[in-house]
């Protein structure tokens, strides 16, 4: 099956650094996503990338959506204490996957005031 | 509030009973899922439902039943729990784009519940 791999699987940083961490997949997908977990609640989306090529921005965050489709990254700038949490790529092949998502493992980051 | 809500959030029960874990969105979308999440926080799908009708079911055990009464429903029933079923199960909704070149549209997942089983 599909399988995404995140990287790195955790980060420990200092507050006002730049951050930035990618997912490669073994296949294409037509959507790549970016989610973040907060202790005890669900992921919330950060970014959705629709297009290969697409570079998309959400305030201090950016991500790509790779050309060749199996590859995505995001990166957060000067970083602040509440960007703590799991951060989650995640794809979708498209077709009649009727919203299948295939998640990585997830990066957590931790940030130092 | 517009949102995916599930109940109980925490759960603890004991090997051999049975459980029901209930998702409902007020988002308007047609499609539902659950999720697991493990303990090294690796989120899996296990079920999707479009419009009350079994889409997805990714080679869960029989004990697991989900049950769609309505699009904004899905509930999930659990018998005979495992010790490997603790986990943390997510609900998750979208609206379904078909055809053409709509775009996808992420899922909007509840808060989770936390399942021990002792």
């Known amino acids: 099956g599909q399988q995404l791999n995140q990287s790195p699987q955790s980060m420990f940083i200092q507050e006002g650094e730049d951050v930035s961490m990618n997912c490669t997949s073994s296949?294409?997908?037509?959507?790549w996503l970016w989610y973040k977990q907060d202790p005890g609640e669900g992921p919330v989306l950060l970014i959705a990338l629709y297009k290969a090529g697409e570079l998309t921005s959400n305030g201090r965050l950016t991500a790509q959506f790779g050309i060749t489709r199996k590859d995505s990254f995001l990166n957060i700038s000067a970083s602040i204490p509440s960007d703590v949490g799991i951060y989650f790529c995640a794809g979708n092949a498209g077709g009649t996957s009727y919203g299948k998502l295939t998640f990585g493992q997830g990066t957590i980051l931790t940030v130092h005031p | 509030d517009t949102a995916v809500s599930q109940t109980p959030k925490y759960l603890v029960t004991q090997m051999g009973n049975d459980k029901s874990i209930k998702c409902e969105q007020n988002?308007?979308?047609?499609?539902m899922y659950w999720y697991k999440q493990d303990s090294k926080k690796f989120l899996k799908i296990m079920f999707s439902y479009n419009n009350k009708e079994l889409i997805i079911n990714e080679t869960v055990p029989n004990r697991f039943s989900p049950k769609s009464p309505d699009k904004a429903h899905l509930n999930l029933h659990i018998n005979s729990l495992e010790l490997g079923d603790s986990a943390v199960y997510f609900c998750?909704?979208?609206?379904?784009?078909?055809?053409?070149?709509?775009?996808?549209?992420?899922?909007?997942f509840g808060n989770g519940t936390r399942l021990t089983v002792t």
């Open positions: 296949s294409i997908f037509n959507t």
């Open positions: 988002l308007g979308h047609d499609t």
């Open positions: 998750a909704s979208s609206q379904t784009n078909r055809g053409g070149n709509l775009k996808f549209s992420p899922l909007h």
